[in-house]
C-alpha cells in the first residue's frame, strides 16, 4: 500500500478497559521471544547453522571415509583414529559456531542499529531484567537448536565413519561429548550476545567475536612452549570450551572436558555481568 | 502531572540541559518550544529515563519513571529517533511493547485501529511513509492508555492530514484530562496546538506560560492585509492609530509576493486589530483580497525569547535583511 492511511480517528479506542496487570519475568521473556521470532535474521542464521554444521560434518567425514586408504593416512591417524567424536564434532562446529556467534550478536546489536533499545528501555526502564530475558531465551533457543544439532552431527558423521571406526553413544565419553557440543555452541552464543551488548555495534562486535573465537587461539598457538603461555592458550574462552565435545585426552592437557567447558562459561558470566553494568550506566 | 527539578544534563564539557524546572499540568496540551539543539529531545530523553542526568530529578506523578511498574501503561511517549526494527511487521513491534506490560495480544488491534493502520499491520515497517511511521509511533504511545503523553516533534515530515490528525488527537486526549508534552521547533504549530508553552533555549527556561500569554508578551498582533488600494487603506489605519509597512518583503519571499497577475500589496499592520480594519475598508469601499491575523506573532515572540541562546546559525537573518532581494 502506497498512499497514506485515511485518518480515521476513533475517540472510543482512548478509552479501553486494561485488564490490571503487573507485569513478570514471564512476560519479558515472552516480549524478548516476539522479538526474536519476528526478524528474518534469526530464521536465516540458524538455518544456515543447521545446514553448515550437520553439511560440514558429513562432507568432511565423507571425504575421510572415501579417502581412507589415501596419501594422507597418517593425518587421519592422529586425528580421527585418536578421536572420532572429537573429529566428527570438530569439523561442522568449526565453521558453524560462526553463525551462533554473529546471530548472538545481532539479537542485541541490531536494537542499537535500529533503535529499538529505546522502545525496549521504555517498555522496561529496568536495564537488567531486559538484558536477563533476552539471554534466558536466547540460551533457550540456542540449548534446544544446538542439542538438536550436535544428535544430528553425530548420527551422520557416525554413520558415514562407521565401517571405519564405529562409535556409539554408549561408548566411553561419546554422550558426554554430544551433549556437551550442544552445550558449547549455546554458551558460546551468550558470550557473544555479552560482546554485542558491551560493544553495540555489529560489525566491529561481531569481528570481536570471531576474533576472540577463530584469530586469537591461532596466535597464542604460536608463542613459544612454556608453562605461562600454555595455560594462556588452554584458558582462551573458545580453547577451553571446545574440550567438552572432545572424548580423547591429550598428553599435558591443563583442563578436563568440564573444567574446560566451566571456563567457558566464567569467560561469559564475566562479560555479561560488564555488560549489565555498562547498559546500566550509559545513556540509551 | 510531570515535574522536572532542578534538571542537568552534559555531554563532555557541552552543557544540553542547564538546571531546568518546570511542571506539567494535565489537562492541556503543553507546547515545548525551542531552536534546534535547545535540549529539548534530552530533556524528553532525561524525563524517560533513556539518559542519565547530571543533577535534578524528574518525576511522573511523583515517581521516576525507572520506578514505575508498567511505565507503558502510565507514560506514552513517541521519540523524534527511530525506534523500530525495519524488518519487523507494525504488529511484532507492538505485540512485544504490549507482552511486556502485561497487555493482551487485543489490544494492539485496538491501537492499529485507532491510528488507521490496521490493514498494513502485517507489514514490514521498512516500507513505511514517513506518515505511516509515525502512526506507529502513536501506536505504540498509546499502546498501554497512558494518561501522560510525551512526543518529541510529532508532526514533522507529515502532510496536512497527518498534521491535523496529530493535532485533533493531542486535543482531544487533553481534554480528557491526560497530560500532553508535545514539543516542536514550529512556532506557529504550538500557536494552534498548546494551550501552554515551556520555551527552553541552550538547555535554560525562558518561559512558562499560557500560549497567548507568550504571544501577548512578544511584539504584539500583527495582520497581514493585502489590496490593490494600498494608499489608502495605510491613510485609514493611521488615522486609526496603527501603522501600515508595506510588506513585499514580508514574511520571507513567498509569502510577500502577490499571486500572478495581482497588482495587490502586503501591508503588514500593528495596532488595530484584523476585524477594525476590515471595517475601515468596508466603509471606503476598499477591495481587499486577504486580511490574517498573524500568527507569526508567535514567532516574533519566540525569536525575541530566544535570542542569543541559538545553537546554530545567527539570529540576524530576520526578515528585515532580505529587503535588497
Known sequence: MTSAPTASYSPAGTQPDL????????????????????VRSTAWTLFLFVVI????????S????ANWTGPH??????????????????????????????????????????????????AVPRRFPMLAAKVAVFGLLMVVLAEIVAFGSFFVGSKILHSHVPVSLSGTGVLRATVGAGLYLTVLGLLALAV??????????????????????????????NSFYNHLN?????????????VHQNSGQLLSAWEGFGVLCVWTAVLLAAATYLLNRRDA | MIEVTDLSKRFGDKVAVDHLSFKIQPGKVTGFLGPNGAGKSTTMRLILGLDHPNSGSATIDGKRYAELAAPLRTVGALLEAKSVHSGRSARNHLLFLAQTQGLPASRVDGVLELVGLRDVAGKRTGGFSLGMSQRLGVAAAMLGNPQVLLLDEPVNGLDPEGVLWIRNLMKHLASEGRTILVSSHLMNEMAVTADHLIVIGRGKLLADAATEEVIARGSGQSVRV???DPDRLTALITAEGGTAIPAANGNGGING????????????????????????????????HELTPQLASLEDAFLELTAGSLEYGHLDAQPADWSSE
Open chain 1, 62 to 65: 565423507w571425504i575421510s571415509a
Open chain 2, 257 to 288: 509576493t502577490a499571486g500572478p497577475g495581482s497588482q495587490a500589496t502586503v501591508l503588514t499592520v500593528t495596532g488595530v486589530t484584523a476585524a477594525r480594519i476590515g471595517e475601515l475598508a468596508a466603509a471606503s469601499s476598499i477591495v481587499l
Open chain 2, 226 to 228: 493585502r489590496t490593490p
Open chain 1, 53 to 60: 554444521t550437520i553439511g560440514l560434518t558429513a562432507l568432511f
Open chain 1, 73 to 122: 593416512a597418517a593425518d587421519r591417524d592422529t586425528t580421527i583414529l585418536a578421536d572420532p567424536v572429537g573429529f566428527i564434532f570438530g569439523a561442522g562446529i568449526g565453521l558453524g559456531q560462526l553463525t551462533i556467534c554473529v546471530l548472538g550478536v545481532l539479537v542485541i546489536t541490531t536494537e542499537y542499529s535500529t533503535g529499538v533499545i529505546r522502545a525496549s528501555l521504555l
Open chain 1, 19 to 38: 485488564p490490571p496487570s503487573r507485569p513478570g519475568f514471564g512476560h519479558l521473556m515472552l516480549a524478548e521471544w516476539t522479538k526474536i521470532r519476528s
Open chain 1, 196 to 225: 554485542g551488548a558491551l560493544i553495540r555495534h555489529t560489525a566491529g562486535a561481531i569481528s570481536t567475536t570471531i576474533g576472540v573465537v577463530l584469530i586469537l587461539p591461532i596466535l597464542t598457538g604460536l608463542l613459544p612452549d
Open chain 1, 234 to 246: 588452554a584458558y582462551l574462552p573458545q580453547q577451553a570450551g571446545s574440550l567438552v565435545y572432545a
